[in-house]
C-alpha cells in the first residue's frame, strides 16, 4: 500500500561509443559521418509512373518524369527536412499547398525542386536546367 518511487542509483551509467557525460551525453566532434546518416539523407529515388507520394523517410534526391498531369502528396516530413525534386515532362504538376519563394513549374522543362518542411508550411524554390 503507498506510494513507490524506483530510480535508478547511476543513471547514464554504462555508455559506450564516442560520446561523453554523466548524465547529458555529448557526441564527439567528428564522429557523424555520411555512412552513419540515415537513407533518408543520401539516397536517389525514381519515383515510377503513377508514384505520386514523394516519402520523405525514403530518399534525399527524388527523380520523376511526369506522363500525365500530377498532384503530389508528401508522408513522413520532419521539421527541418530538405528535399531536392527533379522532374520534367509536358504536363502540370501540382504541390502540396505551401509557399513558391523562387521560380515556378515550366512544363517540358527539366525543373530542380527544393523544398524545406517547417513543421507547418512547404516551402518551394523551382528553377529550370537550360
Do not use: C, R
Not at 560520446?19 to 552513419?36: E, Y
Not at 502528396?73 to 523562387?102: C, E, H, R, W
Request: proline share 2%; aromatic share 10%.
Amino acid at each position: 500500500t503507498g506510494a513507490v518511487t524506483v530510480t535508478s542509483s547511476s543513471p547514464n551509467a554504462t555508455h559506450t561509443g564516442e560520446v561523453t557525460g554523466a548524465t547529458a551525453l555529448t557526441i564527439a566532434n567528428d564522429v557523424i559521418t555520411g555512412d552513419k546518416l540515415g537513407t533518408q539523407y543520401k539516397t536517389n529515388v525514381v519515383l515510377t509512373s503513377g508514384q505520386n507520394n514523394i516519402d520523405f523517410e525514403a530518399a534525399q534526391v527524388f527523380t520523376k518524369t511526369l506522363d500525365a498531369d500530377t498532384t503530389l502528396t508528401f508522408s513522413n516530413a520532419q521539421t527541418g527536412d530538405v528535399k531536392v525534386f527533379y522532374m520534367a515532362g509536358n504536363y502540370a504538376l501540382t504541390l502540396p499547398s505551401g509557399f513558391v519563394i523562387n521560380g515556378e513549374w515550366v512544363a517540358d522543362e527539366t525543373n530542380v525542386i527544393q523544398v524545406l518542411y517547417t513543421g507547418s508550411v512547404y516551402i518551394y524554390s523551382i528553377n529550370q536546367f537550360v
